[in-house]
């Protein structure tokens, strides 16, 4: 059931512009299936959906596609230089700003690539929580995605391996 289920919600978001759970629980139900919003919610987590920046709508993230890490370093280096406005530090704790519905694409990129300073991300709309090793770990990273976001790639500290 929840298989067909992803492959409707996958089906419905491709075909056409939803901007919001209900509309596109509403779509899901007028081709026989109902879901509550809990459970709506934790499938667009588990299919990687979130909403385009540009107009709100959802659509599927292409980071699955990255599987190694060196693909995902570069998906994190685009992604940040895209999406992230402004970061700051404190202590071990790293707070990234982005535009409204971009805070998302910008944290799962940090999960996904092979950034060992980062012990997790929490991510709202527009702002994310990135929990780091130590205080060290947090400037190396704050250092290297400001690097990248202003294009100031030569003076970018080496992130640990």
Known sequence: MKGTRHGVILDVIERESISSQEMLRQRLHDRGVDV????????????????????????????????????????????????????DRSEQLVVLRTDSGQAAL?????????????????????????????????????ARLDAWRTGATARMPALAR
Do not use: H, M
């Open 106 to 142: 910008l944290a799962i990129a940090i999960d996904r690539a092979p950034v060992p300073e980062v012990l997790g991300t929490v991510a709202g709309d527009d702002t994310i929580l990135v929990i780091c090793r130590d205080a060290r770990a947090a400037e190396a990273l704050v």
């Open 36 to 87: 509550t919003q809990a459970t709506l919610s934790r499938d667009l987590k588990e299919l990687g959906v979130v909403k385009r920046a540009s107009d709100g709508a959802y659509q599927r993230l292409a980071a699955g596609v990255v599987s190694w890490p060196a693909d995902a370093l570069a998906n994190l280096q685009r992604t940040t230089t895209e999406f992230l406005k402004r970061s």
